[in-house]
């Protein structure tokens, strides 16, 4: 069966302050030969990993960005 179990619902999509000009500032390496990464969201941390590694979880590839420059 392909189909995960059990999910949770659901959450908002993340939120990021990130550069409108490519810059990857918001992203720490933390195991370049793991393709593991963390990124600095609005209201907290979140791990990267390869979508190949992920199962019977939600996941995204998608992040909300606003540019940190920006004045409100």
Known sequence: ???PKNLPAASPLPKVAAATDGSTDW???HSPSE???E???EASK????PMYQIRD???S???QTEDSK???
């Open 1 to 3: 069966d392909t189909v």
């Open 27 to 29: 992203i720490q390496v």
């Open 35 to 37: 393709l593991r990464f």
């Open 39 to 41: 990124a600095q969201g």
């Open 46 to 49: 979140y791990d990267l990993v």
């Open 57 to 59: 979880q939600r996941y």
């Open 61 to 63: 590839i998608y992040m």
């Open 70 to 72: 920006r004045q409100s």
